[in-house]
C-alpha cells in the first residue's frame, strides 16, 4: 500500500498570505490528523477528521482550519499568516479514530514564513 | 500544559550497547502508548506500541515497558545500532480524547 502523501514538501509564505496544505491517508484510512512541529516543542496536535466531520481540535487560532472530503484526503488551511507559523506541518492517518489505533505519518510539510 | 514528558533531549550510546528512552505522563486516562522514531526531513516512523493491560511489549531489538503506578514508559533497544541514531518521541492517548498527546522527543546518537 502507498503511505500517506503530502503537498506540497516544501512552501515559502509571506506574512498575511494564507496557505493550503493537502494530505491524502493510506488507502482505506478513514481518520486523519494534523500535528504543528517546531523545534523543542514536539509535535502539537491541531484537529483531527474521520469520515468528513472534525472530531477534535487542538490549542490553536481560528486561523487554523481544515476538512476531509468524502475520499478521506484532508486539506488544513492556515489564514493570515504570522512568523511564528514556521513549522513542519505533518499529517497521520488510522483506520478508525486514533485511541488504540496506530497513526501513520507522511514526510510532512516544511512551511517558511518570512 | 505537556501531558507526556521526554525529560532527556539527547542520549548518546555506544554501539551494540543498550539505549533507554524514558518517557512520563501526568494523564491517569491514558491507556495507550506509541513510540515513534523520526529521521530529519522524514516524518514520525512508528516502532511499537503498548495497551495498559500489558507491561511489557517487545517486537525484535525494541522493548517498551510499562509502569502504570509511576506513569512512566521506556523504550530499550538492544543492540543498539548507528542506524538507530534519530529522534524518539512517545505518544499517549485516552479513550477519552480523538488524539494522541507526544512528548518534546529525545535525540539518539548511537556511536561506532
Known amino acids: 500500500k502507498a503511505g500517506v502523501t503530502q503537498t506540497p514538501r516544501y512552501l515559502i509564505k509571506t506574512r498575511g498570505q494564507q496557505v493550503t496544505l493537502s494530505c491524502s491517508p493510506i488507502s482505506g484510512h478513514r481518520s486523519v490528523s494534523w500535528y504543528q512541529q517546531t523545534p523543542g516543542q514536539g509535535l502539537q496536535f491541531l484537529f483531527e477528521?474521520?469520515?468528513?466531520?472534525?472530531?477534535n481540535k487542538g490549542n490553536f487560532p481560528g486561523r487554523f482550519s481544515g476538512r476531509q472530503f468524502s475520499n478521506s484526503r484532508s486539506e488544513m488551511n492556515v489564514s493570515t499568516l504570522e512568523l511564528g507559523d514556521s513549522a513542519l506541518y505533518l499529517c497521520?492517518?488510522?483506520?478508525?479514530?486514533?485511541?488504540?489505533?496506530?497513526?501513520?505519518f507522511g514526510p510532512g510539510t516544511r512551511l517558511l514564513v518570512l | 500544559d505537556q501531558q507526556v514528558k521526554q525529560n532527556s533531549p539527547s542520549l548518546s550510546v555506544q554501539e551494540g550497547r543498550i539505549s533507554i528512552l524514558n518517557c512520563d505522563y501526568t494523564?491517569?486516562?491514558?491507556?495507550?502508548f506509541l513510540w515513534y522514531k523520526k529521521y530529519p526531513a522524514e516524518g514520525p516512523t512508528f516502532l511499537i506500541s503498548i495497551s495498559s493491560i500489558k507491561d511489557k511489549n517487545e517486537d525484535g531489538r525494541f522493548t517498551v515497558f510499562l509502569n502504570k503506578s509511576a506513569k512512566h514508559l521506556s523504550l530499550h533497544i538492544v543492540p543498539s545500532q548507528p542506524g538507530d541514531s534519530a529522534v524518539y518521541f512517545c505518544a499517549a492517548s485516552a479513550n477519552t480524547g480523538n488524539q494522541f498527546y507526544f512528548g518534546t522527543g529525545t535525540s539518539l546518537t548511537v556511536i561506532p
Open positions: 477528521y474521520f469520515s468528513e466531520t472534525q472530531r
Open positions: 497521520a492517518s488510522s483506520p478508525r479514530p486514533p485511541h488504540q489505533e496506530t497513526q501513520y
Open positions: 494523564n491517569s486516562m491514558f491507556d495507550y
